[in-house]
């Protein structure tokens, strides 16, 4: 059967020893000193473990960057070739995709058409102008002033032209303005040698 009797104190409990037992016993001061002692030896240590692990990641991300620049200087030339072979179609591509469905506005369409007859320059003399019928309403009218430039050209409307499109007839052929010409003669350009 447990034995247990309650002791009154008349000042705090500074301390207590179990008889039998040997080893030094630490007062509530003691503790806190040690506790306060032991955390900041804890944060020391904690401290100079990160500054390590700082020092040693630093060196390996410089490390790692090293190797990255010099992977991108031998990579380099065949990347640029890449895409100087690319961009050509990508340009072209784009170039379709924006004008797919494009309905130039009257000043586009006159001057599109300026442009196909000042490229016969100086035959300024009965010329034929082809366009759609959209664009023939258009020069119809807002009557562009470049028209007096070139005396008896003719207008004729062709149901195969899209709007923008125009083709310009002479004494010595044909003189194809069309976008999608444009277009070709463009990619021709840009393909790589």
């Not at 001061?29 to 306060?36: G, K, N, Q, T």
């Not at 990641?57 to 490390?63: E, H, L, P, T």
């Not at 990255?68 to 640029?80: C, D, H, I, Q």
């Amino acid at each position: 059967m447990a034995y247990a009797k309650l002791i009154p104190f008349d000042r705090p409990l500074a301390g207590a020893a179990i008889p039998g037992t040997a080893g030094h016993f630490c007062s509530e001061v003691e503790l806190a000193a040690r506790d306060e002692k032991t955390y900041h030896r804890g944060i020391d240590d904690a401290r100079s473990l990160a500054d390590q692990q700082m020092v040693e990641f630093r060196a390996d991300m410089q490390q790692l960057g090293d190797g990255v620049f010099a992977k991108l200087s031998t990579v380099e030339p065949s990347l640029v070739a890449q895409l100087r072979d690319a961009l050509p179609a990508l340009a072209l591509d784009i170039a379709h995709r924006l004008l797919a469905g494009y309905v130039p506005p009257p000043e586009v369409v006159s001057r599109l058409c300026e442009e196909a007859l000042a490229e016969l320059f100086p035959e300024r003399e009965n010329l034929e102008l082809a366009v759609g019928a959209h664009d023939a309403a258009l020069l119809e009218k807002i009557k562009p002033d470049w028209l007096d430039r070139y005396p008896g050209l003719r207008i004729r409307t062709d149901a195969s032209l899209k709007p923008g499109d125009c083709q310009v007839r002479s004494r010595f052929g044909l003189t194809d303005a069309r976008l999608q010409t444009k277009l070709t003669a463009l990619e021709r350009n840009l393909a790589p040698a």
